[in-house]
């Protein structure tokens, strides 16, 4: 058990770049759930994948935000356009079923 | 919306001291669970309270699920420096029914003074 691994851990990009961030969680685990995390809030869910599919997006994900879990192992989420409110803390997670949730150490992003 | 508060937002404690952060959902809850986030770190499962009424200990830490199940709090006895962190309470969301996400309270940072 490595636990969830994501990459990059940083990412500094011009607004207006897509981004795309990737999470590899516990091989298996078959939730895998993507938060979004700002300095002093706790973690804001953005979505999650049952094994592949992926059940539910929160009302807060723009159209600019898309995610994808293949063949329900590894995930990515992409960023179009970004902007400079997009600069967060992106977390992801993972779990059996709806037990508790392992989180991996996150991507930073900053756009400026 | 489906909210969760948690008070106070700050606490600072001299080592020794007891500290107890509370949280609160605006709706009835199936489980909460509590994470412990230190500082550049990212949120650490504690431990899941499922039943009305449940109390669970780890070591110095005592978790509470009220009866109601909309309230529940976290008690820690003579605090260490290495218990400093941000504390955070979660419940279930209700995203399309699935109850697939969590809603986290916006946590409690303890601080403690050597």
């Known amino acids: 058990d490595t636990g969830v691994s994501q990459n990059p851990r940083h990412k500094i990009t011009k607004r207006g770049q897509n981004v795309t961030f990737r999470c590899d969680p516990i091989?298996?685990?078959?939730?895998l759930y993507w938060y979004r995390q700002t300095l002093g809030q706790g973690p804001e869910f953005l979505t999650y994948f049952q094994n592949e599919a992926q059940l539910e997006k929160s009302r807060l994900l723009s159209d600019r935000f898309s995610a994808e879990r293949p063949k329900g192992s590894f995930s990515t989420l992409e960023i179009q356009r970004t902007e400079q409110g997009d600069s967060a803390m992106y977390l992801c997670a993972s779990s059996w079923d709806s037990l508790k949730q392992y989180f991996g150490p996150g991507t930073r992003l900053t756009v400026t | 919306g489906q909210q969760v508060m948690q008070i106070p937002q700050y606490q600072h404690v001299q080592e020794g001291e007891d500290f107890t952060t509370y949280c609160n959902s605006s709706t009835t809850l199936s489980n909460i669970q509590w994470y412990k986030q230190r500082p550049g770190g990212h949120p650490v499962f504690l431990i899941q309270l499922v039943k009305s009424g449940e109390v669970k200990k780890q070591k110095r830490l005592t978790f509470q699920f009220g009866e109601a199940k909309k309230n529940s709090s976290l008690h820690i006895t003579a605090t260490q420096t290495t218990d400093v962190g941000t504390y955070f309470c979660?419940?279930?969301?209700?995203?399309?029914?699935?109850?697939?996400?969590?809603?986290f309270g916006k946590g409690t940072k303890l601080s403690v003074k050597p």
């Open positions: 979660a419940g279930p969301g209700n995203y399309g029914g699935s109850q697939g996400n969590l809603i």
């Open positions: 091989s298996e685990h078959n939730r």
